[in-house]
């Protein structure tokens, strides 16, 4: 038990070393050696738990991606409402890590980030477009969240950025109005 305890310091203290070390650089210019300084941490056991930088970076990303996955539960996205609850779900965990959401999206080399967001409300998104149009072709579908979803994350890179000063709720109900206007014009 005690081993594990100091496992997890380890990993939160490389994390947080990490992400200040963003804050003045690009994750790319940051050394294992220079990671370990500012963290406190001796070289073997930061290679104990990753392979480089950007693998630590990497396992950040999926517990973000993860956190927001599982904040969406089993939303059934056989309703428009879905959409809006959906994009609720995003923006509260997205709003829970800040922090860490403003650097990854300030890592202009690391864009995985937004690739894995984007297809978080796939499954939602489709089958409440569906529930709409039910004889909607299958491509034109995919083509439209795509469209909608890299908009939906751009608009909400720009509120993340800009220091999230928009009622998380309110930008959840702007974007769903868009969402359905865009859908109900496509199909």
């Not at 100091?6 to 050394?31: F, N, Q």
């Not at 800040?98 to 999206?105: I, N, P, T």
């Amino acid at each position: 038990m005690k081993n594990d305890a100091r496992v997890k310091y380890t990993k939160m203290v490389l994390k947080d070393s990490l992400l200040a070390l963003m804050r003045e650089k690009p994750a790319g210019k940051i050394t294992v050696k220079e990671l370990c300084g500012r963290a406190g941490v001796n070289r073997a056991t930061f290679y104990t738990h990753y392979q480089d930088v950007n693998d630590l970076l990497t396992q950040i990303e999926g517990e973000l991606v993860d956190d927001i996955a599982g904040s969406l539960g089993h939303l059934a996205g056989n309703r428009p409402e879905d959409i809006t609850e959906l994009l609720r779900r995003i923006l509260a965990a997205v709003s829970r890590n800040s922090e860490l959401c403003r650097e990854l999206l300030n890592e202009r080399e690391y864009n995985e980030f937004l690739r894995r967001l984007i297809t978080l409300g796939r499954d939602t998104g489709l089958k409440s477009w569906r529930s709409l149009a039910p004889g909607a072709d299958g491509e034109q579908l995919e083509n439209l969240y795509v469209f909608l979803a890299s908009g939906c994350i751009a608009v909400i890179e720009r509120w993340v950025r800009g220091g999230m000063r928009e009622n998380a709720d309110d930008l959840a109900v702007s974007l769903s109005r868009v969402a359905a206007g865009v859908v109900s014009v496509s199909l």
